[in-house]
């Protein structure tokens, strides 16, 4: 069976300085991996995917996450937090076999601090 | 190229009406997937359509229902409103693999009162 979490439900980081937000999942299959972000009232934008390439997956706005099978890991790191990241961040799993369902994680809300 | 469509963005309706959601997928998309966002629960699939075939229905009761059109756009539809059916409806499109990407529309809140 196919699971997200998401270790961290708020982070708070200060302007410039790095974000770690911490995902583990749990899949029967290779999975693909996906990070969203929300801001207030908003949809969800996709920053980046991994979908079994490169280890380290480089997205929009200076994001980038790696896969690290042996520990079930997709972490989201920015080297520089800007005030326009606070938002809420999903990490997302997908079921490769015939249901196609995305599995979604609980969301960590980044707070940023001028 | 346009996004996906969600409409109405708002709806205020009153407790035991029933409310219709529109949802406009990218072109070429025949995966169209709805979900309930709600402070408590966080985002909760309701269920996917592709090609006009309900293929997959999460955990809600049968008061949420939904179609897909031969052009991919959906409705859902939501029956005898509950308070607790407030929330942002979030729909989402896929080309249609597992390793493709879900594009999201801005959602529809939907508040009951």
């Known amino acids: 069976a196919q699971s997200v979490t998401q270790l961290d439900s708020h982070v708070s980081v200060s302007e410039g300085t790095p974000v770690l937000l911490r995902c583990n999942y749990s899949s029967s299959y290779s999975p693909s991996l996906f990070w969203y972000v929300q801001h207030p009232n908003k949809g969800l934008q996709l920053l980046l995917k991994y979908t079994s390439a490169a280890t380290l997956v480089k997205g929009i706005n200076g994001f980038e996450a790696e896969f690290k099978k042996s520990e079930t890991s997709f972490h989201l790191t920015k080297p520089s937090a800007h005030m326009s990241d606070a938002a809420e961040y999903f990490c997302?799993?997908?079921?490769?076999?015939?249901?196609?369902?995305?599995?979604f994680g609980t969301g960590t809300r980044l707070t940023v601090i001028p | 190229k346009a996004g996906v469509t969600q409409t109405p963005r708002y709806l205020i309706k009153t407790r035991g009406q029933q409310v219709t959601l529109s949802c406009s997928p990218i072109s070429g998309h025949r995966s169209v997937s709805w979900y309930q966002q709600t402070p408590g629960q966080g985002l909760q699939f309701l269920f996917e359509?592709?090609?006009?075939?309900?293929?997959n229905k999460g955990n809600f009761p049968g008061r949420f229902s939904g179609r897909q059109f031969s052009n991919s756009r959906s409705e859902m539809n939501v029956s005898t409103l509950e308070l607790g059916d407030s929330a942002l409806y979030l729909c989402a499109s896929r080309l249609g693999g597992a390793n493709t990407e879900a594009f999201f529309g801005q959602g529809t809140r939907l508040t009951v009162v």
């Open positions: 359509y592709f090609s006009e075939t309900q293929r």
């Open positions: 997302v799993v997908s079921d490769p076999t015939g249901a196609n369902n995305l599995f």
